[in-house]
């Protein structure tokens, strides 16, 4: 605002009926005060970049500005003798001011070359300084033609008009580089470049006034309105010194370049028109003078060296693009060949699906395992086709299918269980992982792999036929050294020696756990088989607790742990020895990991359809990627377990089997504190034959959020 204020300000007076005397004065102190304010501007500028960061783009950023400033510095000099030698009188020949000038404009065009933007390439650079040529020449040729056609003819013309004009057309050339700069920068640099190829368009017009001026009446008459020229430059390239800008353009700004097509459109319009004019004078009886043959001669160049450089940086980026468009195109062949190598070969079936669940690709072990051809396959629902009838007969629900919920839901499923129906109608056991495919937040579709199991279930048939087997058969020898050692032990033959004694303590304690270890796994294979007795029927809790309870007093006793009972609440739908079966493993086995003073409490809790039933210990807890596998078959957290607490590793996964067949789930969680907590859910009541059906697919809902901080996994085939 201060700075209008001053340019009206200076208007006013150039245009008031003021003596000359002053209206020089009022010029002078214009041009050499906003000679001296930008050199200061531009100065502070560059001691603020100098502040902020120190880096190569720094330093090219700080020497712009302080040529900037040392420009405003020479052209302050330069009016200093050019404003005394106008009040001494009318130049002949050119003063040392031309001269200031001329560096001062050299100074200003390095200062403008040198500011930082993205990487300009070479031909860049050159045909930004062919469209200031272009563009001043036109001008300038228009000029020549229409306005001082006579002073280009004249042999006594002045040399300041010369020199005014070369000034002219340097001004006019630096305004087009640092517009075009201006469309190049980042938007924080963009005010004061856009102000500064204002300022120097003001030059610009002054300057051709004072060529005009100089030429035609050998003189110039300084304090007229044609002087406002030079202290609105001035006070734009102030303005320009103090506007905000970015003293270190992050990468992320920088503008791409843009096309060279709209500037060759500007400057074959721009000469184009030159032309034109020119032929119209020419047939209305005018000529062309020397100087102006010369300028069009010039502009003619430049516009031809433009194009050429165009071209040429246009090859040279077409083939540089060919290059790496042929290079990006066989190394995605390359990559597209290897993964379709991996999809090929690897042994498990795999195929892909779109959003809607439709079959995109297969792979050959897939179409080998299923019996399909693959344009038999592509197209086709996936859920339809694959997934085969449940035991009752009834497709197999679509939104509980893992396709749609990878898709849906972007859920992962791994090693699920399934039952795949092949070409031929024949079912196939697999176990399944599907994954979503995801882009850009969205599922665009899912990857499933599958494995055909057949083998590996005929091998656990086997397996467990076998285990079955030697656990009938070493129960009978077992039954009877147990009862032999009894009768030992108990004196039947006869009083035993100390030693003889304590060797049949020994090997009647080792027959118990043998005997317990027969009848887990007889357990372990009839629960597999399906030949578990299961007698439902409503049983409450608080019964059944303290059932398990009482039966593991002793073993408490034993190992200094005392067993609480807290809320046993509702009623269970389920079979009373199996449930007691379970909370008697699970309390043992919370007896076993506590130290000698702890605690072990047993509780139950009502929720909805589902009765939770809750052991807590304060135990060591267990490590956090073992909370799942602590349910496997024979699975011991620490090796030294099975000789310093006992056990095989079977209990935990008994009762994982018995709670998923009464319809439950069952899970574990570290505490707060100290210790684990094993909770499991039954039905609360007899379920009706609807839900019946569905009693694999059980979820937990609990009123207390910390009961559920591992979520159980839903069993669905």
């Not at 031909?123 to 040729?141: E, I, K, Y």
């Not at 010369?162 to 640099?189: H, K, N, Q, S, Y």
């Amino acid at each position: 605002v201060t700075a209008a204020l001053l340019v009206l300000l200076f208007a006013a007076l150039l245009l008031s009926p003021a003596p000359g005397s002053i209206k020089l004065a009022v010029t002078g102190v214009g041009m050499i005060g906003g000679a001296l304010a930008m050199a200061a501007g531009f100065r502070m500028r560059a001691m603020q970049a100098s502040r902020a960061q120190h880096d190569a783009e720094a330093d090219r950023r700080r020497r712009a500005w302080n040529l900037v400033a040392m420009a405003g510095g020479l052209a302050a000099v330069s009016n200093v003798l050019f404003i005394g030698s106008a009040a001494a009188g009318p130049p002949v020949n050119r003063d040392p001011s031309d001269f200031v000038l001329g560096v001062a404009l050299l100074a200003g065009a390095a200062g403008v070359a040198s500011f930082p933007l993205a990487r300009r390439r070479a031909t860049d650079l050159a045909r930004m300084a062919l469209d200031g040529v272009v563009l001043a020449g036109s001008a300038l040729f228009v000029l020549s033609v229409l306005v001082f056609p006579d002073l280009l003819t004249r042999a006594d013309v002045n040399v300041a008009f010369r020199f005014a004009v070369g000034i002219a057309v340097a001004d006019v050339i630096l305004g087009v580089v640092t517009a075009l700069l201006f469309l190049r920068a980042a938007p924080p640099d963009r005010p004061p470049l856009g102000l500064a190829a204002v300022g120097f368009f003001c030059y610009a017009a002054s300057d051709l006034a004072y060529a005009m001026g100089s030429g035609a009446q050998a003189t110039y008459t300084f304090g007229t309105i044609n002087d406002l020229g030079w202290v609105l430059g001035y006070a734009l390239f102030a303005l320009a010194a103090c506007s905000p800008g970015s003293e270190a353009t992050p990468h992320g700004e920088r503008p791409v370049e843009r096309t060279p097509v709209l500037g060759t459109i500007i400057m074959f319009c721009l000469f184009l028109g030159a032309t034109v004019f020119s032929i119209i004078r020419w047939e209305e009886g005018d000529q062309w003078s020397p100087t102006a043959t010369g300028i069009a001669v010039v502009v003619l160049l430049a516009v031809m060296g433009r194009q050429v450089l165009l071209i040429a940086d246009n090859d040279r980026l077409r083939r540089d693009l060919e290059r790496r468009v042929e290079e990006r195109t066989r190394s995605l062949r390359q990559v597209s060949q290897q993964s379709q190598l991996l999809v090929t070969s690897v042994g498990d079936g795999i195929y892909g699906v779109d959003a809607a669940g439709m079959v995109t690709f297969v792979n050959p072990a897939a179409l080998e395992v299923l019996g399909y051809q693959a344009a038999e396959l592509i197209g086709r629902e996936a859920h339809v086709t694959f997934h085969a009838k449940r035991e009752d007969g009834t497709p197999y629900p679509i939104d509980l299918c893992y396709v749609t919920e990878a898709v849906t839901e972007h859920k992962v499923t791994s090693a699920e269980e399934d039952s795949y129906l092949r070409a031929d109608g024949r079912p196939v056991p697999v176990e399944v992982t599907a994954t979503p495919l995801i882009d850009d937040g969205r599922a665009i579709g899912a990857v499933v792999v599958f494995r055909d199991v057949t083998q590996r279930r005929e091998v656990d048939r086997m397996k467990s036929e076998f285990v079955s087997i030697v656990s009938h058969e070493l129960r009978t020898p077992v039954t009877a050294i147990r009862g032999a050692l009894g009768l030992l032990a108990g004196g039947a033959v006869g009083e035993l020696s100390p030693s003889a004694q304590r060797m049949v303590d020994i090997a009647l304690v080792s027959s118990d756990r043998l005997g317990r270890l027969i009848n887990d796994i007889l357990d372990v294979e009839r629960i597999e088989s399906g030949m578990l007795s299961m007698e439902l029927d409503i049983h409450a809790c608080r019964p059944l607790i303290e059932s398990a309870v009482s039966q593991v007093q002793v073993l408490a006793e034993e190992a200094g742990v005392r067993v609480s009972i807290g809320a046993a609440e509702g009623q269970v739908y389920a079979d009373a020895d199996r449930v007691v079966q379970t909370l008697l493993n699970l309390i043992g086995n919370a007896i076993k990991f506590s130290h000698s003073g702890g605690y072990v409490s047993v509780r139950s809790k009502a929720q909805g359809e589902f009765v939770q039933f809750a052991i807590r210990d304060d135990g060591r807890g267990i490590p956090e990627d073992e909370l799942v596998e602590v349910f496997s078959r024979f699975h011991q957290v620490d090796s030294s377990d099975a000789r310093e607490k006992g056990g095989f590793g079977l209990g935990l996964s008994i009762s994982r089997s018995i709670v998923e067949r009464l319809g439950g789930q069952i899970w574990a969680r570290n505490n707060a504190g100290a210790g684990a907590t094993f909770l499991f859910t039954l039905p609360a009541h007899r379920p009706d034959e609807a839900a019946a059906s569905e009693r694999g697919s059980v979820v937990t809902n609990s009123a207390d959020a910390s009961e559920n901080l591992s979520e159980p996994v839903e069993s669905r085939f």
